[in-house]
């Protein structure tokens, strides 16, 4: 019997471009880490590191240092004797990230609706006006960018680095849970509570932009809640 041909498998990693020899492990750590966040490594699956290498096109010891610096993160878990694995996603983890991120993005739309230029509120709109064209074309991975990007530019456009940092920590925890969440209705009704945020913020209304902001971030709990449930083998509850 003919053993599989190991550059076959995990197709949804490109080989790597031709670099400096430094930024390999760099590159090899972004892939793989794009790979658990956009869950085509699956929960709990494990990872075959030499398919990883041939696919890539590199030696072992990138691989085997990118997924050492994914455990740190809490992505993947090094078995001894046994190999490395996706992590489950941990309901808990994820709720207490979202906890820290409404916080701050509650304190982002306050601020933001006093002190917004009129230039960031037209690349707003225009972010909005994309993600309505992106929920009519049914294209989840072009939504889920603008999403990110309409709220990347309220934090950036006050000019809060390490706000904007903590943020960015705060939604990489949760990016994996966040994808299950991806279907129609859950973008439309994204683009509804993000409509309602730019009205806060255009009527220069500090308290209407936090509670929306709130309103926005507690349903995404809410769903997150519900697809737990319905997904016992992709989340953990301990």
């Not at 398919?51 to 050492?68: I, K, N, Q, T």
């Not at 064209?133 to 390490?162: C, G, I, M, Q």
């Not at 439309?188 to 929306?212: G, P, Q």
Request: proline fraction near 5%.
């Amino acid at each position: 019997m003919q053993a599989p041909d190991k550059n076959r498998k995990y197709m949804f990693l490109a080989r790597l471009e031709h670099r400096p020899r430094g930024s390999t492990l760099e590159q090899v750590e972004q892939s793989l880490r794009t790979a658990v966040l956009s869950l085509d490594f699956a929960p709990g699956e494990f990872i075959d590191k030499r398919a990883v290498c041939a696919r890539l096109g590199v030696s072992m010891f990138p691989v085997s240092e990118a997924l050492a610096r994914l455990a740190v993160e809490g992505l993947v878990e090094v078995l001894p004797q046994r190999g490395t694995h996706v992590t489950r996603i941990r309901l808990p983890v994820i709720k207490e990230f979202m906890l820290i991120r409404q916080a701050l993005e509650e304190l982002v739309a306050a601020t933001a609706a006093q002190r917004l230029s009129p230039s960031t509120l037209d690349v707003l709109r225009d972010n909005l006006q994309a993600q309505e064209h992106a929920v009519a074309r049914k294209d989840p991975s072009e939504f889920h960018s603008l999403d990110v990007v309409f709220h990347n530019t309220l934090v950036e456009s006050l000019e809060l680095p390490r706000i904007a940092a903590m943020i960015a920590v705060s939604r990489a925890n949760v990016d994996r849970a966040r994808r299950l969440l991806s279907s129609p209705r859950r973008h439309m009704a994204t683009l509804i509570e993000h409509r309602e945020v730019l009205h806060s913020l255009e009527a220069r209304d500090a308290e209407a932009a936090r509670r929306a902001m709130k309103t926005h971030l507690e349903a995404v709990i809410e769903e997150l809640e519900r697809v737990s449930g319905q997904n016992p083998e992709i989340f953990t509850p301990e």
